[in-house]
Nanobody, 125 residues
Framework: VQLQASGGGVVQAGDSLRLSCVAS????????MAWFRQAPGKEREFVSG????????DHVDSVKGRFAIFRDNAKNTLYLRMNNLKVDDTAVYYC???????????????????WGQGTLVTVSS
């Protein structure tokens, strides 16, 4: 599967953004999906994940209550809705796709094999 992320931009603290990730060369429904981010000088971190059907999600504590991940398998698209953005949310955001190795899995521990190119989100104070 090939992933193309978009929707980043420069916003002020408190604003909202919606990131999109469109899949091609395969159907999105066959993958568990996630958003990661990498801030300047920091390691890449898991932000949000979603299961195949979109009825189970996980978020890192710092974005809980502000970010929502959802997917539209019919449109082969993954989304990340980000509300009440903070300066600390500034990062390059990457979408990722993977297939768990067992029936029971942790969204944060999946081997995400496929990655989008990243989209930059800059939040100013």
């Amino acid at each position: 599967v090939q992933l193309q992320a978009s929707g980043g931009g420069v916003v002020q603290a408190g604003d909202s953004l919606r990131l999109s990730c469109v899949a091609s060369r395969d159907t999105l429904s066959g993958y568990v999906m996630a958003w990661f981010r990498q801030a300047p000088g920091k390691e890449r971190e898991f932000v949000s994940g979603i299961n195949f059907r979109g009825d189970s999600t996980d978020h890192v504590d710092s974005v809980k209550g502000r970010f929502a991940i959802f997917r539209d398998n019919a449109k082969n698209t993954l989304y990340l809705r980000m509300n009440n953005l903070k300066v600390d949310d500034t990062a390059v955001y990457y979408c990722a796709a993977g297939r768990p190795s067992s029936v029971f899995y942790d969204l944060r521990s999946i081997n995400y094999k496929y990655w989008g190119q990243g989209t930059l989100v800059t939040v100013s104070s």
